[in-house]
């Protein structure tokens, strides 16, 4: 006899668990909404702490020993890395934080401030600066405090022009009082910051960095020093010695970030902007600085406002199974409180499962909302997949979405959904075999962030719109399969009859609705194609809905990865495309796990 795997929970621990899965559900909608939400929260505070080399950074080697620092571009021998060396053009020494080999913070060593020709300099003994800044941000704020007619011509590049759009922030207009007058020293620290903008490349090597003057010992700072250094030039520039309103201005725009998806116009927006403290203190002889960023996520768009529906649906749904269930039944019967009085009654003599058999979670509709709220959750959580590891409130709500990820692979893998819904026994051999088929179908399909883009294929691999398409066909056809098997007492040609009517009534529509035309093909090989196409498709409907008829939920669902096998043998026999490596071996696991399946199912009748 075959080891068996089945599910059997106390029915205490079955509504424990069904009431801690709602919770979630409303600790995830509450965090959707106060933590990510529309609103400039700043909910998360981000805390990091830095010590300092002893040593400072090496300066920038040139051709010639006897060459002095330049401010000019010398060729691509200065070309580096990054900007930071850059401020060794206004400080005399940089000093990096330990223990990491890329650093964002340093500590500088008198450094002049203000542009370089004015009569008014001023030197800080010590800098404490932190490349938190982008350089579309310095360049935007530099030129939202110049006058319009002051302005140089970076202001009007699409990365100053597009700034607002590219992060969807609000234009306000600026006072023209904390605008920098026209020939101050204000302005010419602004102009001096643009133009070194404008002659560096590339900018996304520019190191822009926000900081404070150590003048006052330990104790706490606010941001009013900011710097920006060249990767090609030796040259760096300050703000905010004279420009003071600069800091007002630029106060939310740290550690910018914007994550967008657009799935046919309708849009997730997820943006990212931080406010920066400093706190320097004295530990075990040495000064450390405590950098405390207070982030805000905010996230908009269409498909945000269809996810708190949806969660609201769910929500709502749930709380009214369980009040139906529990005003029905009593709660005591259903944790077996008590005996149940009519135990000849179906529906009493197994409370152990009644609640959860009551639960939404085996609807069709509330598992395919569940998974849709899933995968936008993800598209919203990924981009600061860093900040969930970084901040406490962060890891909470890691922790929610690692539970709602589980609740999207209940419900995508069929063996699971068969044994928790349908009461589906499944062997362990056959479990074994169908995880051995995911991985043999990640062999072929070969997403990105496993194999990467540098195979010889990869240009014909297919774009993230497509596989998502796919990702979605495949989630609606667990639920036909589920279905089917649910309705094994129906004659499977009244099943296709119903798939061909919705196909017909759904096809109007995005006709009539979005294609706006209907299109006659004008060639024989078309008509062959399409007429070949719908008589292959309804045999292979019947066959497919007969067979899951027959067999359980999860095993059938196996012998449909044999679908990807012959796509692309028919891809390399009639259109002659290449074969990837890994699509053999996934081919040879996917195969060989379907034949071990048949072959027991044939074996123990």
Known sequence: MSKRLAIQLPAFARVAVLLSLYSLDLLDLHAKIAWIGTSESFSFDVVHHHSFENDPLARPEFPSANESLPTTELGTELLRVSGWTSLYERCSDLYATKDNEEFDMIKAINCELGPQFSTERRVADELILSATLNVDSVAWVSCQLLFF??????????????????????????????????HSIAEAELLRMLDLLSRSHPLSNVVCAQGFEATAGPGRYDTDVFACGSPNVLESAFIGVFASNFGELHADLAQLAVDEVNIMGFELISRQNSRSQFILKEKNGEVVVVEENMTNFATFGHLYVFLILVDFALLIAHARATFDTGRMFGWRTLIRLKDAENNDSDNFGDSSWLLLYRSLYRSGPIAALTILSALISWFVNLPFALMWCTASEGKV????????????????????????????????PS???????????????????????????????????????????????????????????????????????????????????????????????????????????????????????????????????????????????????????????????????????????????
């Open 149 to 182: 007619h002051r302005r140089p011509p970076l202001c009007q590049e699409n990365v100053v022009t597009l700034f607002s759009t590219r992060y969807r922030l609000t234009e306000d207009e600026v006072d023209p009082d904390k605008m920098a007058p026209i």
């Open 397 to 428: 709500y890691a922790l929610v979405s690692a539970v709602r990820v589980w609740m999207l692979v209940l419900c995508l893998l069929n063996l699971l959904w068969g044994a928790c819904v349908l009461h589906e026994r499944i062997d362990i």
């Open 431 to 605: 479990f074994a075999c169908a995880l051995l088929s995911f991985g043999g179908l990640l062999c072929v399909v070969r997403p990105a962030f496993i194999f990467g883009n540098d195979h010889a294929t990869a240009h014909t691999d297919g774009s993230w719109i497509a596989i998502g398409s796919a990702l979605l066909g495949a989630i609606g056809q667990a639920f036909v399969f589920i279905s089917v098997r649910k309705l094994k007492s129906i004659h499977f040609l009244v099943i296709v009859h119903y798939f061909m009517l919705f196909s017909v009534i759904g096809s109007l529509l995005y006709m009539v609705l979005v294609q706006r035309v209907f299109v006659v093909p004008s060639t024989t090989g078309v008509w062959l194609a399409v007429i070949g196409s719908g008589v292959f498709t309804f045999v292979g409907q019947m066959l497919l809905t007969k067979g899951f008829q027959l067999e359980k939920a999860g095993i059938a669902s196996v012998m449909r990865y044999l679908d990807v096998v012959c796509v692309f043998m028919w891809d390399y026999l009639l259109l002659g495309e290449k074969i990837n490596y890994w699509s053999v071996v996934g081919a040879a696991i996917i195969c060989t796990c379907a034949a071990t399946i048949a072959l027991r199912k044939a074996h123990t009748g």
